[in-house]
């Protein structure tokens, strides 16, 4: 049996409830409990925190680069570990590394990456998210339309044959080009189905998400919006419970005063919770990069197109909370909330990550005092970062 860690001198938020004058105690990669502080066996590794404040690490459903590398362009192992070190150090400890639209080779050499990451125990590695190529062309962003296009049978097949090989696998689909019948297919096959990057009407949204669907991609961006008598996607998205919605808190791709009506609004069971839709830009200088072969831009915090198109985002998971404390007006607990406890319950691992709790996987983050500055990442009961 490993030895017991025991950080003490923090205080402590689980997710759900604060723990003060407590020792955090860790074994074997999970968390083992509580104690008062001072108050750990004799056996057990004591760490101060020097008074900071312990969260559950970070979840991020979306995350397509990092450190200078692009899912995209390495669908490999090393990749997707080079990802996974570059956004642990914004307090991510576990996520889902996105495939932007592209040919279906590249699909297939992104899903055996992702295995073999699995295989490997990659820091971080939740799973993946595949974010197209079955969109709509009228939203399409920033993705390729040359490479958007219908779901075939074939494409289907190979699909259900890998989805409950991973712990966690999403992919983003548009009405468009998936049928509902496809969708049930692929719930069935353990995907987090969600909408996104279409012009899908309130009611086409509702039959999806009695199909199965559970989500909408990047809430506000490539969608249809709510008008008055035309609800479309981001109306879906706020009045039916049985969707969640994930949401870029980076103050460009959606309004400080949108993103505070739509948490307001938002009906349950379903929640906003946030996501970076990060680039290979995030832990870097880099001024730029290619994406399908065209040129994407970094100025002002904002990644573009020459046409001025947003292209990913440019933020990390701890600057998101913290926009969602400073500029949204959020408690820290609920916008860490937002980046732990819902994304974990939208994949379904919750019993093992998104919050601090006896048995769950001791993923974790230290921050300063003021919550104003992350001082650590752990993952699985490990420093895999110190400020």
């Known amino acids: 049996m490993m030895a017991l860690t025991a950080i003490e001198n923090a205080r402590i938020f689980d997710g759900e409830t604060w723990h003060e004058g407590e020792t955090l105690l860790i074994r074997d990669g999970r968390f083992a409990g509580f104690c008062g502080d001072g108050q750990a066996t004799s056996d057990a590794e004591r760490m101060d925190a020097a008074g900071g404040v312990i969260v559950p690490g970070f979840i991020d459903l979306q995350v397509n680069g990092g450190g200078g590398a692009m899912f995209n362009d390495d669908q490999s192992v090393e990749g997707i570990r080079r990802i996974c070190a570059a956004h642990a150090r914004f307090g991510a400890t576990s996520l889902l590394p996105t495939l932007i639209t592209d040919t279906p080779d590249i699909t297939a050499a992104a899903i055996e990456a992702g295995l073999q990451a699995k295989a490997e125990h990659v820091p971080g590695f939740l799973g993946l998210h595949l974010e197209g190529p079955h969109l709509s062309v009228a939203r399409k962003g920033a993705h390729d339309p040359n490479l958007i296009r219908l ?15 991973f712990d966690a696998i999403m992919i983003t689909i548009a009405p468009e080009n998936v049928t509902e019948d496809q969708v049930t297919r692929l719930t069935a096959a353990g995907y987090a189905v969600s909408l996104g990057h279409t012009n899908a009407s309130y009611e086409t949204a509702e039959r999806y998400a009695r199909a199965g669907a559970r989500c909408a991609t990047h809430l506000f961006n490539a969608m249809s919006q709510m008008e008055n008598r035309s609800p ?104 860490v909330r937002m980046a732990s406890v819902y994304p974990a319950e939208v994949m379904g691992v919750r019993e093992n990550k998104g919050r601090i709790a006896v048995g769950c996987d001791a993923d974790f983050v230290i921050l300063n005092a003021a919550a104003t500055q992350l001082s650590s990442t752990w993952i699985a009961g490990t420093c895999v970062h110190v400020t």
Do not use: C
């Open 151 to 165: 779901m075939t049978e074939e494409d289907l097949t190979r699909l259900e044959a890998v989805g409950r090989r």
């Open 232 to 335: 479309g996607l981001v109306g879906a998205a706020l009045d039916l419970g049985a969707l969640n919605a994930g949401i870029i808190a980076d103050g460009h791709h959606v309004h400080k005063g949108a993103m505070s009506a739509a948490l307001r609004a938002k009906r349950g069971p379903g929640r906003i919770f946030v996501v970076t839709d990060a680039m290979s830009t995030i832990g870097t200088d880099l001024t730029g990069f290619t994406l399908n072969g065209r040129q994407i831009y970094r100025t002002d915090g904002k990644l573009t197109l020459a046409d001025g198109t947003l292209a990913g985002a440019d933020i990390d998971m701890f600057s998101s909370v913290r926009f969602l404390i400073d500029s949204v007006g959020l408690s820290l607990e609920e916008a």
